[in-house]
């Protein structure tokens, strides 16, 4: 009867230390395949394949990791970023802190807004304000800062509502940059972005539109009010997810076409 009831006591104990612990949160891990088929030299088509790979580690730490690959070539990570809370700052690090605005087109082919150069940098955001510092080799002299970038966003009951400005520590150029999201217009949400460059002394912008699962856009700069129309539909089958686009160049009268096939896990 006794070690029945010493028994009893242990139990009791280990219950109530288990309840006082605090919970242990397990990183999850999730990830996507996607293939892309988009056109290539002499209109013909190719594909591409990326493997997205993130970790969650709730409020103790974030890691994002994108890696790609094609056929035929080695694995490669494309953009990394790790961040954590330091007494209630939140503080990030990799080369995927870019504050500026970003466009729904492809940057490179397609796209008009100004898109200062940000490659690794330290980020550290309170409340609605981010500031970002760009290194230019954090590998050898983290003392050489190459740009710094600044960001206020807020959300409203009607809309969001983000300025942001990059300055180029070589050339002493600004770029500043404004977006507008969410903004509800009938059946559609609507957004805009605009960048000028003070160097240039040029303005560029973007317009975007959502319905359902389509999202279109519109881009130009002051020289050519319109330059690009374009978009995307995006439908998930289980654990699939097919996208269609397309951007036509209103200059060249060029239709890009693109396919997209991803799967989560």
């Known amino acids: 009867m006794r070690i029945l009831a010493l028994a009893m006591v242990a139990a009791v104990a280990a219950t109530a230390a288990a309840a006082e612990a605090p919970a242990v949160?397990?990183?999850?891990?999730?990830?996507?395949v996607q293939l892309d088929v988009t056109e290539t030299a002499g209109n013909n088509y190719g594909s591409s394949m990326k493997l997205d790979f993130d970790v969650d580690a709730g409020d103790v730490a974030t890691v994002d990791l994108d890696f790609s690959a094609t056929d035929g070539n080695a694995l490669t990570l494309d953009t990394w970023t790790v961040g954590t809370k330091i007494a209630g700052l939140g503080v990030a690090f990799g080369d995927n802190n870019d504050l500026m605005p970003?466009?729904?087109?492809?940057a490179a082919a397609n796209g008009t807004l100004a898109n200062p150069a940000m490659?690794?940098?330290?980020?550290?955001?309170?409340?609605?304000?981010?500031?970002?510092i760009g290194l230019a080799a954090y590998t050898t002299d983290l003392a050489d800062v190459s740009n710094l970038q600044g960001a206020y966003a807020v959300d409203t009951s009607a809309?969001?509502?983000a300025v942001s400005v990059d300055?180029?520590?070589?050339?002493?150029?600004?770029?500043?940059?404004s977006a507008i999201s969410g903004l509800a217009v009938g059946a559609v949400t609507a957004?805009?972005?605009?960048?000028?460059?003070?160097?240039?002394?040029?303005?560029?912008?973007?317009?975007?539109?959502?319905?359902?699962?389509?999202?279109?856009?519109?881009n130009?700069?002051?020289?050519?009010?319109t330059q690009n129309v374009g978009g995307e539909y995006t439908t998930a089958l289980g654990g699939t997810e097919f996208t269609a686009g397309a951007n036509y160049d209103l200059d060249t009268e060029d239709l890009t076409p693109k396919?997209?096939?991803?799967?989560?896990?």
């Open 25 to 32: 949160v397990s990183p999850v891990i999730s990830g996507k």
């Open 102 to 106: 970003e466009t729904t087109a492809d």
């Open 119 to 132: 490659t690794e940098s330290l980020m550290v955001t309170n409340n609605n304000v981010s500031v970002a």
């Open 159 to 161: 809309f969001g509502l």
């Open 167 to 177: 300055y180029n520590r070589t050339s002493e150029n600004y770029v500043w940059g």
């Open 191 to 218: 957004g805009s972005m605009l960048t000028y460059d003070n160097d240039a002394d040029h303005f560029a912008y973007e317009g975007t539109v959502e319905t359902g699962a389509i999202t279109a856009y519109i």
């Open 220 to 225: 130009g700069d002051e020289d050519d009010a």
């Open 259 to 265: 396919l997209g096939l991803s799967f989560n896990f």
